[in-house]
């Protein structure tokens, strides 16, 4: 149990297109997700957190009008990288937490899916 | 300012040797301490957890040893194994009212040699 899907795997776009990432939980009702942004060999940068029915909370320095987040549903939340430039280029991550316990595991576990690398040219 | 701080950044280990990572934190409020191993391209997968309540924890090959007040846990992985070639995260998890997001070392690449 305890799945994270993400899609597209891989994306290629020219710059000032915008480009939409979903991350579904699926196995479990994730009432929070988060999205990360990782560079080539270093950490995981936390660049939101998504609440599913409310807005997202943006890490300090993450521009909201760039990185829109949508948490729709309890097992669906979606990135979109609106107008985007070379700059943007990296891996992003999502994960979900199992707050209500559905997996069996420590609540405060986040599952991570298997993120997607954005090109953008 | 870096909340969790980890050591190495790369580690060579030789087959069936045991890997040392070790991580450091200030904030005392942390209560939740995960690990992570990510393979390239991949996302991170949980390896072990631990609360600070509990001084070990191991589960298979792996153990987390706790040390509350040096604030400072260290994951342990015996036997160690070329699968086990990847980057190694420490996590902890800070409390900010309604949201709990975690803070994470800076990695460390294991290479486990034949």
């Known amino acids: 149990g305890a799945v994270v899907s993400q899609h597209p795997s891989r994306v290629i776009c020219k710059s000032g297109t915008s480009v939409k990432i979903e991350c579904r939980s699926l196995?479990?009702?994730?009432?929070?997700m988060f999205w990360y942004r990782q560079f080539p060999k270093q950490s995981l940068m936390l660049m939101a957190t998504?609440?599913?029915?409310?807005?997202?909370?943006?890490e300090q320095g993450v521009e909201k009008d760039k990185f829109l987040i949508n948490h729709a549903s309890l097992t669906l939340s979606t990135l979109t990288v609106t107008s985007a430039h070379p700059e943007d280029s990296s891996f992003y991550i999502c994960?979900?937490?199992?707050?209500?316990?559905?997996?069996?595991?420590?609540?405060?576990?986040?599952?991570f899916g298997p993120g997607t690398r954005l090109l953008v040219l | 300012q870096q909340q969790v701080k980890q050591s190495p950044q790369s580690l060579i280990v030789q087959k069936g040797g045991i890997s040392i990572i070790n991580c450091a934190y200030e904030?005392?409020?942390?209560?939740?301490f995960p690990w992570y191993q990510q393979f390239p391209g991949k996302g991170p997968a949980l390896l072990i957890a631990?609360?600070?309540?509990?001084s070990e924890k191991k589960e298979g090959r792996f153990t987390i040893s706790f040390n509350k007040s040096a604030k400072q846990f260290s994951l342990h992985i015996m036997d160690s194994q070329p699968g086990d070639s990847a980057t190694y995260f420490c996590?902890?998890?800070?409390?900010?009212?309604?949201?709990?997001?975690?803070?994470f070392g800076t990695g460390t690449l294991l290479a486990v040699q034949p």
């Open positions: 994960s979900a937490r199992d707050v209500e316990g559905y997996v069996g595991a420590d609540r405060e576990t986040q599952y």
């Open positions: 196995d479990f009702q994730a009432t929070t």
């Open positions: 998504s609440n599913e029915g409310s807005k997202a909370t943006y």
């Open positions: 904030n005392t409020a942390f209560d939740y």
């Open positions: 631990i609360r600070p309540d509990v």
């Open positions: 996590a902890a998890l800070e409390r900010d009212g309604a949201t709990n997001k975690l803070i």
